[in-house]
Every structure is written in structure tokens, then in C-alpha cells.
């Protein structure tokens, strides 16, 4: 059935050259091709990894600084609201203070002008004292009557 002559010789030669050419013209830079994809997708790949790890870390370092930050603000913010608690309280002290002493101040002023309307009004005082008395001494006298 299958001779082996002159032209199997010739077919298998030529499909030997035709595969060599092949070889050269389509599948070498073929599989050169293919490789360099591989080696690009690869690195992409690892460049990709490599970026992801680096912002996950930054975020968790963007976390830990936010997170401090927000410490520091509420510290400052307690210290703040303190120091306003502080600053209102000696306000209101010292306004307290100070109404005490006005207040100190004009009943001082009001005893003093009550002992002058006092000392003003003796002579006054006396007088009308003696008009009573004087009064009552008469109608007594007249109400004893004459006695003769």
C-alpha cells in the first residue's frame, strides 16, 4: 500500500523545508511574541500586587494619622472647652465680686445717709416732742380745770 519512492523522499523533504521556513518566517517570531505577552502580563501582574500592597499600607497609614489627628482635635477641643469653664468661672467670679463690693459699697452709703437724715431731723424730732408734750400739758390743764 504505502511505497516508499522518490516522492515520498521529495514530499518529506520538502515538507522538512516547509516546516523550517515556517519556523522562521511564522512560528519563532510567534512564540516570541507569546513570550513577551507572558513576560509583560507577568510584570503587570507583580507591579499591579506590588501597588496594591503599597495602598493598603499607605491606607492603613492614612487610618493611623486620621485616627491621631482625631485624638489630638478632641484633645484640644476638651482643652478648649476647659479652659472657656475656667475663663467663664473667674468671669462670674470676679463679677460676683464685684457686685458684692458695689452692693457692700451702697449699703454702706445708705447707713451713712440714714444717720444724716437722723442727725437732719433731731432738731425736728425735739420740737415735735416738745409740741406734744406741750399740748398734752395744756389739755391736761384743761381738763383739770380751774380749780377755785
Known amino acids: 500500500m504505502f511505497s516508499v519512492d522518490g516522492t515520498f523522499i521529495i514530499i518529506f523533504v520538502s515538507f522538512f523545508v516547509f516546516m523550517m521556513a515556517m519556523n522562521a518566517i511564522y512560528f519563532s517570531p510567534i512564540l516570541k511574541i507569546k513570550t513577551e505577552r507572558e513576560n509583560v502580563i507577568h510584570s503587570g501582574n507583580q507591579a499591579a500586587n506590588e501597588a496594591t500592597g ?18 489630638q482635635a478632641q484633645l484640644i477641643i476638651q482643652e478648649k ?35 444724716r437724715i437722723y442727725e437732719s431731723l433731731q432738731p425736728q424730732r425735739e420740737a415735735f416732742v416738745k409740741t406734744i408734750i406741750d399740748k398734752l400739758t395744756v389739755d391736761q390743764c384743761q381738763i383739770a380745770g380751774p380749780t377755785h
Do not use: F
Not at 499607605?58 to 485624638?71: G, I
Open 54 to 71: 503599597k495602598m493598603s499600607t499607605l491606607s492603613e497609614e492614612y487610618d493611623a494619622q486620621l485616627q491621631e489627628a482625631r485624638k
Open 81 to 115: 472647652r476647659e479652659q472657656a469653664k475656667h475663663a467663664a468661672s473667674s468671669k462670674v467670679s470676679k463679677a460676683r465680686e464685684s457686685v458684692l463690693q458695689e452692693i457692700e459699697s451702697n449699703l454702706a452709703g445708705l447707713a451713712e445717709a440714714k444717720d
